[in-house]
């Protein structure tokens, strides 16, 4: 059994959308298999080839998004604690040492999109906040050294 992931309502309808996508390419790849089979010499044939590899690794990545949801679990907001910086919490703190002032929402590894303001609560900073509350100080290990933050605002959106 794999890892059990969290995500949202809107991050698991995300990921079998994905998964129903890859689903409709597939006979789209295997006719290419076949249209390139009839050209004859398969030893020799790049495109016959190219579609067999591609359909390797569609298939990888159906196989990885059919285990991801197996494993998924949909969290409810009445499940967290509202004091705490947990999953689907959205986190406001303050870089000690710059001042600037910045706001994530804490979300699965799955559902992380840093344009979207959504950070991993695998990643260094989704570590350092989790558990946390308001006005807690806490210093976190990121690839540029450390970061010393204060938690200003926890959120359930």
Same mark, same amino acid.
Request: aromatic letters at 4%; zero cysteines; charged letters at 35%.
């Given at each position: 059994?794999?890892?059990?992931? $969290?995500?949202? %309502?809107? *991050? =698991?309808?995300?990921?079998?959308?994905?998964? +129903?996508?890859?689903?409709?390419?597939?006979? /789209?790849?295997?006719?290419?298999?076949?249209?390139?089979?009839?050209?004859?010499?398969? &030893? +020799?044939? @790049?495109?016959?080839?190219?579609?067999?590899?591609?359909?390797?690794?569609?298939?990888?990545?159906?196989?990885?998004?059919?285990?991801? =949801?197996?494993?998924?679990?949909?969290?409810?907001?009445?499940? =967290?604690?509202?004091?705490?910086?947990?999953?689907? @919490?959205?986190?406001?703190?303050?870089?000690?040492?710059? *001042?600037?002032? @910045?706001? $994530?929402?804490?979300? &699965? &590894?799955?559902?992380?999109?840093?344009?979207? /303001?959504?950070? @991993?609560? +695998?990643?260094?900073? *989704? %570590? *350092?906040?989790?558990?946390?509350?308001?006005?807690?100080?806490?210093?976190?290990?990121?690839?540029?050294?450390?970061?010393?933050? /204060?938690?200003?605002?926890?959120?359930?959106?």
């Amino acid at each position: 059994m794999g890892k059990i992931s $969290y995500f949202s %309502k809107e *991050g =698991l309808q995300k990921l079998k959308k994905e998964l +129903e996508d890859l689903l409709k390419e597939k006979p /789209k790849i295997a006719q290419r298999i076949a249209d390139a089979r009839e050209l004859g010499d398969l &030893s +020799e044939n @790049s495109e016959y080839h190219a579609a067999r590899e591609a359909l390797a690794l569609l298939e990888m990545k159906i196989y990885q998004l059919q285990e991801t =949801l197996a494993n998924a679990r949909v969290l409810k907001d009445d499940d =967290l604690d509202p004091d705490l910086a947990l999953i689907l @919490s959205t986190v406001t703190f303050v870089n000690l040492d710059t *001042g600037k002032e @910045s706001t $994530y929402t804490l979300v &699965s &590894s799955g559902e992380a999109d840093i344009r979207e /303001k959504k950070i @991993s609560i +695998e990643s260094p900073i *989704g %570590k *350092g906040l989790l558990g946390k509350r308001v006005g807690d100080e806490v210093e976190i290990q990121v690839p540029a050294g450390k970061m010393r933050i /204060k938690i200003t605002k926890i959120t359930r959106e």
